[in-house]
C-alpha cells in the first residue's frame, strides 16, 4: 500500500514535466524496473527539473547537498517503456525545500519521491536568498 497522497499520484499536480527512457540493464530478476534504477530515474527528474528552470545556478560558495530521498513504490514500472518524471516544489524552509516528484508509464503512477535538499556554504546551512525563494513558490505543486 502506498504511502504518498493521492494527490501525489495526479499528473495535475506537478508544473513540471520529463520523459527517460528505460534501458534493459534497469531490470532486476522479476524482470521490473529496479529500486536503485528508479532513484536514477528520479534523480534525473531532479536535475532536469532544476536545469530546465534555471534553478541549479548559485553563487560561489554555494552548494545544494541531498539531506533525504524517500521512495514509494507505487506499481511495477517496465522495460521498454519510457519514464515521465512530473516535480515540483512541495515545502520551503528557511535553508532547505522539497521536490516532490512522481514517476509515470503510459499515464500510470508507479512511483513517488520526496527530495529535501539544503542550501549550504563554507559555514554550513544558508538562508534561501528571496529571488530563489520567489522562483520556487512559482513551481509548488499543487494540492487539493
Known amino acids: 500500500m502506498p504511502r504518498s497522497e493521492a494527490w501525489q499520484r495526479e499528473p ?16 532486476d530478476p522479476l524482470g521490473h524496473i529496479n529500486n ?41 514500472a517496465h522495460f521498454p517503456d519510457p519514464v515521465e518524471v512530473m516535480s515540483g516544489i512541495g515545502r520551503i524552509g528557511s535553508s532547505s525545500w522539497d521536490i516532490c516528484s512522481a514517476a509515470f508509464q503510459q499515464g500510470v503512477c508507479v512511483a513517488t519521491c520526496v527530495s529535501t535538499l539544503v542550501l549550504t556554504d563554507r559555514n554550513g546551512p544558508k ?18
Not at 495535475?12 to 531490470?27: H, M
Not at 532544476?50 to 514509494?72: K, T, Y
Not at 530563489?132 to 487539493?144: A, M
Open 127 to 144: 538562508a534561501i536568498p528571496d529571488p530563489l525563494r520567489r522562483r520556487y513558490e512559482e513551481l509548488f505543486v499543487r494540492k487539493p
Open 12 to 27: 495535475e499536480s506537478y508544473p513540471f514535466s520529463t520523459v527517460t527512457e528505460t534501458r534493459f540493464q534497469d531490470l
Open 36 to 76: 536503485v534504477a528508479m532513484a536514477a530515474l528520479f534523480e534525473n527528474g531532479r536535475v532536469r527539473f532544476n536545469r530546465n528552470l534555471g534553478l541549479e545556478r548559485r553563487q560561489p560558495g554555494e552548494r545544494w547537498l541531498i539531506a533525504s530521498v524517500a521512495i514509494d513504490y507505487v506499481a511495477e
